[in-house]
């Protein structure tokens, strides 16, 4: 059965995912926001989570000026994964750590080698 937590919980697990990141590896994200929406797009399903942006092994010159790069977590998707609050913070810490790596240019195949996919 999924776990359904208020607002406030869920935003309360990601503000902790993102404390539970080493800060000098927050340190090193470069213009990136993150944002909780309810639902990915129709077209992708029950994402988790999703990295918009252009990883920083693939920036170049002349990327100054751009919007932030965006993280986005699906607060229905993971909650629909989940049984308990510790499930989902848990799931939301590997969303989290699994998109800001997407960031640093590390694809799925790498995740999943390391135990993060």
Known sequence: ??????DA???????????DVPQEL????DN???????????????????YEGTPLTE????LEGMLPDRIYLY????SRLCEDLEDLRDEVTVTVV???AHHFGIDDER??????G
Do not use: C, S, Y
Not at 26 to 29: D, G, H, K, R
Not at 59 to 62: D, M, P
Not at 75 to 78: A, C, D, E, F, I
């Open 1 to 6: 059965m999924p776990v359904t937590v208020d």
């Open 9 to 19: 919980t869920f935003d309360a697990a990601v503000g902790d995912a993102l404390d």
């Open 26 to 29: 927050m340190a090193l994200l």
């Open 32 to 50: 990136v926001v993150f944002l909780v929406e309810d639902e990915p797009p129709e077209d992708l399903g029950d994402l988790l989570g999703l």
């Open 59 to 62: 920036r170049g010159w002349g």
């Open 75 to 78: 607060r229905g998707p993971l």
């Open 98 to 100: 699994h998109e800001i």
């Open 111 to 116: 995740l999943h080698a390391m135990g993060w």
